[in-house]
């Protein structure tokens, strides 16, 4: 079993910065993939962005890329997600979740609670 807890999120002005956290309990091996989704009201879940527990892949959604990063430290067995300059269209519930092995994220097998990020113009 593997659960996923996000932090980080809150109330910040446009073009403002936050830093979402993951911390991963359970088993967590290192061919898997982690990133985020977000959903803001009435719109689907939508990739943001992932990476690989070992090496250093990463993959971004075109609408973040420059903008956020993604990384990790596995010795915390956490992941982060670092905003910057951030947008009201940015505003939504982001999830940290698992995958199988695809930086794509197609089928993630784990979900975190969410967490609200909300950006003001």
């Known amino acids: 079993q593997v659960q996923l807890v996000e932090s980080g999120g809150g109330l910040v002005q446009a073009g403002g910065s936050l830093r979402l956290s993951c911390a991963a309990s359970g088993r967590t091996f290192s061919s898997y993939v982690m990133g985020w989704f977000r959903q803001a009201p009435g719109k689907e879940r939508e990739f943001v962005a992932s990476i690989r527990w070992s090496g250093f892949s990463t993959y971004y959604a075109d609408s973040v890329k420059g903008r956020f990063t993604i990384s990790r430290d596995n010795a915390k067995n956490t992941v982060y997600l670092q905003m910057n300059s951030l947008k009201p269209e940015d505003t939504a519930v982001y999830y940290c979740?698992?995958?199988?092995?695809?930086?794509?994220?197609?089928?993630?097998?784990?979900w975190g609670q969410g967490t609200q990020v909300t950006v003001s113009s």
């Open positions: 979740a698992r995958d199988q092995g695809d930086l794509r994220m197609p089928t993630p097998d784990y």
